[in-house]
């Protein structure tokens, strides 16, 4: 309960991921730069320097213009220092991929789930798929580090279970992280996929992505991510950011939390096309060539996206009454947490950024409190669809070498 | 945008901070004791607490029983180590207080504030009636060592400034920080009212308030302060816990924000005065003793809420339905950041604490993430009414030694 003092032992590996966070998003970068920049003294980041060198995680890259005096060597992160396979777990389908210290994706497959009623044989075919990846891309085994998995919440952080996701109907208690530990022989990190996203927009965002921000996440289901301060909000129980139970729209339609006010259940792609077809009707829906099945939702929300993208006005009013609702919810998180940047996410949104930001953007700036005091900004993630899987490779890279960070449980 | 690391000479000032805060929650406690609690090695807690002991601010306080060895030494804050005033600014009136190092009240005033659209007054007025409360109680000048301002938002942090407050009409942006200031000749630090509430209630209520929690604050509107992993959310403007402006009740009623949708203008007391009088009529109203004019609007409440814990259904029922809408706020708030406590305060709550505990307990446990992975203890303040006051002395008191606190400004 009381917070910690530094003793001089500790401060050897927190220096160390300070050292090694301001060269990959300040580098290159000289020693003396790195001073001022990490707050250390020279004689500290010489030493941590030496260290990272010989470790193969950053690498001199060159020499500084001369200014006079003598010239600085700088220093840059090497990509090829550490990679780590990062797993974004759906209903319908997990995406995994092979990322390098550098945040980039070096190689990537599609795993289609065909029982995802199965923990077991879901967990085993990721798994071969991620052996046949990593052999492929191919991955220095001695610098594989690990298998991050994003995952739909709700989760048991302390147990490294997932408990009773929504979407994944039949699953009680699933404990993931066990089961991926075992069937991959690595070291595994597992959240909530809103929040894994977070932390990987803000790995790879660098200044952009600095201080705090909401990141909207839009996949099966709508969550978010928080961070406050450069540091990811994890919350009690690891499920902070569960923003599809905010209250904020009061009517019949419960929510499978039990509310009846939630914003999850209006604005869900599921959702979104099913209220589409009730209220055209099938020769509209047969137009924008929506099914309208459980089945085809995936499929239908795509060519919704795409007739929104061209103008079609009925799908442009469906996603613009989305993007209201969640740029009410919006608000009332950014009036809560005074966070002003919101950044939108998921492979829910392709096509759909440029209109869902508008709206969400006219949202939270419509209050006095905007206007007189913090305009917020809001943009689509720096990293694009990927943005689960290179969260989840970053949970191993940034948990083991950036501050800040807290990975979840490592086997 | 890096985070800083750590030299040596910085880590004197935190460590005391640290230690002082360990002895204060822990203490009676030994120095043996405080190197595991602070993580701190012997050799610095012995020379830390040298410290405290010779600027008075703990003191030796017995020993403790022996254990075969060496008796040790017990350590004691010492409550008469420092003072602060805390001032709690409401439209009608602000609550001055003197409070000593160990949290608790030495003198308080309140004080009328018969022209509250005049800054300059009502701060000349509240300089003065500190003025007369320092020199009676009385404080030693050396150990008096600020004051604390809890204001009504939303301010501007960087300014020391609050801007456009809707419950002081006329007020633009007036620079409160530096006419407090001024005023006082001594340092001032300030924050919103809810804020600085969860600030004290974090500084007095110990172990019971360590972790995260989100404090519900009901003044002449309703506020939220945000305490994660024992440190308060600022927020980018100092402004979060703008909790009167989540969106959970769409419907006609405007807000000062604009917003149509926010919680704020159906739950101030104003509010639930006014749509009792139009719901029940003239006659229910005289029979409860409510004018529900403008002016009358705080006796009004306190008629009300006698009325409500004396079970007059009318009351009650009042009371009950501006509880489930703060609920239905706190659950979506409690879902976003992931705290499995929400405390209520705040003098408008007098006499209706436990009705509204109750109510607000319902809304966020009603959920299945709470009954599976968190339910949510909802409890009063451990202060109670003076949580602002006492909360503004700690802006002083905990700001200049308890570690993780940031002041606003100081002059």
Redesign the interface.
């Known amino acids: 309960?009381?917070?910690?003092?530094?003793?001089?032992p500790?401060?050897g590996g927190?220096?160390q991921a300070?050292?090694l966070?301001?060269i990959r998003?300040?580098g290159p970068v000289s020693r003396v730069e790195l001073a001022p920049?990490?707050?250390?003294?020279s004689q500290?980041v010489s030493n941590v320097v030496r260290r990272l060198l010989d470790a193969g995680l950053i690498t001199e890259a060159g020499q500084a213009p001369s200014s006079g005096g003598k010239r600085r060597t700088l220093l840059s992160a090497r990509a090829d220092g550490a990679y780590a396979v990062g797993v974004q777990l759906d209903p319908d389908a997990a995406v995994v991929a092979v990322v390098d210290l550098a945040g980039t994706v070096q190689g990537t497959r599609r795993v289609r789930l065909t029982d995802p009623g199965d923990p077991a044989a879901v967990v085993a075919k990721i798994a071969a798929a991620a052996r046949r990846l990593t052999a492929r891309v191919p991955v220095d085994p001695a610098r594989l580090l690990g298998t991050g998995i994003a995952t739909p919440g709700?989760i048991?952080g302390t147990a490294g279970e997932v408990?009773?996701p929504p979407n994944f109907p039949g699953w009680g208690r699933v404990p993931l992280l066990e089961m991926f530990g075992e069937a991959t022989g690595m070291p595994v990190a597992m959240d909530n996929d809103a929040t894994v996203a977070a932390i990987g927009e803000r790995w790879i965002g660098?200044?952009d992505r600095?201080?705090?921000f909401l990141f909207v996440y839009l996949g099966t289901g709508i969550g978010?991510g928080?961070v406050?301060n450069?540091t990811v909000?994890?919350?009690?129980?690891?499920?902070?950011?569960?923003?599809g139970?905010?209250?904020?729209?009061?009517g019949k339609r419960v929510?499978?939390?039990?509310?009846t006010?939630c914003l999850g259940p209006y604005v869900s792609p599921a959702a979104v096309v099913a209220d589409l077809v009730e209220r055209h009707g099938r020769p509209a829906a047969d137009r924008l060539g929506l099914e309208g099945t459980p089945e085809s939702v995936h499929a239908d929300w795509q060519r919704l996206c795409g007739a929104a993208r061209r103008g079609e006005p009925v799908a442009v009013r469906a996603v613009r009454e989305a993007a209201a609702l969640i740029g009410?919810?919006a608000?009332?998180?950014v009036?809560?947490?005074?966070?002003?940047r919101v950044v939108l996410g998921g492979d829910a949104l392709r096509g759909i950024e440029e209109l869902m930001c508008e709206e969400i953007a006219a949202a939270v700036n419509?209050?006095?409190?905007a206007r007189?005091?913090?305009p917020v900004t809001v943009e689509k993630s720096v990293i694009g669809e990927a943005v689960g899987a290179v969260g989840a490779a970053s949970l191993i890279l940034h948990g083991t070498y950036a501050?800040?960070w807290r990975m979840l449980t490592e086997r």
């Open positions: 309960m009381t917070q910690g003092g530094t003793n001089l500790r401060v927190y220096n300070v050292v966070d301001a998003t300040a920049l990490t707050g250390l003294t500290t709700p048991d408990v009773l660098g200044r600095a201080g705090s978010a928080i406050l450069n909000l994890h919350g009690d129980t690891s499920n902070a950011g569960e923003f139970h905010m209250s904020v729209a009061p929510c499978h939390c039990g509310g006010a009410r919810a608000r009332g998180a009036a809560l947490l005074d966070v002003s419509s209050t006095s409190v007189a005091i913090r501050p800040g």
